[in-house]
T-cell receptor
Framework: DTAVSQTPKYLVTQMGNDKSIKCEQNLGHDTMYWYKQDSKKFLKIMFSYNNKELIINETVPNRFSPKSPDKAHLNLHINSLELGDSAVYFC?????????????FGPGTRLTVT | RKEVEQDPGPFNVPEGATVAFNCTYSNSASQSFFWYRQDCRKEPKLLMSVYSSGNEDGRFTAQLNRASQYISLLIRDSKLSDSATYLCAVVAGGGADGLTFGKGTHLIIQP
């Protein structure tokens, strides 16, 4: 019973390519997120969606485009991949309304751009 | 000033000992606080939410000090399996706000 799942787990691609990562949650949450963990292990928010609507868009290059077809899914498409995009990308989900804003993470997608 | 700060360690602790970590946050409007555990090459896993009154879950105790803007995690009777990186996380508001993480404290429990 995987609560938050991501595909693929590993992604190796060349500079300039376009790739997508998919995320699904079966927790019944209405809010989903993308985080990036770089080579220094620093974990940082990229986007958040609530009921398919974009809420947070941190200073992320517009080559990154999230899409939420429904509240259980959040995908991340990356255009024109660059070496600096190599990182682990984590999807997470939570409830929008409190009292608990606990976020639960997927297993991550390790992206390597060569 | 960094938003969430933690001592990166590593903390080398003998099995059975008690170990404590602190984490400070800069945004006084922060509302929710968490400790996550992250094993090598894995996702962060929620360890505990942290409440003003303090909370305990087995060998783990978390405290929040709003006046001094820090949260703490105490691990009693540490086990080899407690070896991991412990991430402090803060949410400024609620709703769809992202977590702001510290860089983590690396804990190594030695037999």
């Amino acid at each position: 019973d995987t609560a938050v799942s991501q595909t693929p787990k590993y992604l190796v691609t060349q500079m300039g390519n376009d790739k997508s990562i998919k995320c699904e949650q079966n927790l019944g949450h209405d809010t989903m997120y993308w985080y990036k963990q770089d080579s220094k292990k620093f974990l940082k928010i990229m986007f958040s969606y609530n009921n398919k609507e974009l809420i947070i868009n941190e200073t992320v290059p517009n080559r990154f485009s999230p899409k939420s077809p429904d509240k259980a899914h959040l995908n991340l498409h990356i255009n024109s991949l660059e070496l600096g995009d190599s990182a682990v990308y984590f999807c997470a989900s939570s409830q929008f309304r409190g009292p608990s804003y606990e976020q639960y993470f997927g297993p991550g997608t390790r992206l390597t751009v060569t | 000033r960094k938003e969430v700060e933690q001592d990166p360690g590593p903390f080398n602790v003998p099995e059975g000992a008690t170990v404590a970590f602190n984490c400070t946050y800069s945004n006084s409007a922060s509302q929710s606080f968490f400790w996550y555990r992250q094993d090598c090459r894995k996702e962060p896993k929620l360890l505990m939410s942290v409440y003003s009154s303090g909370n305990e879950d087995g060998r783990f105790t978390a405290q929040l000090n709003r006046a001094s803007q820090y949260i703490s995690l105490l691990i009693r009777d540490s086990k080899l399996s407690d070896s991991a990186t412990y991430l402090c996380a803060v949410v400024a508001g609620g709703g769809a706000d992202g977590l702001t993480f510290g860089k983590g404290t690396h804990l190594i429990i030695q037999p």
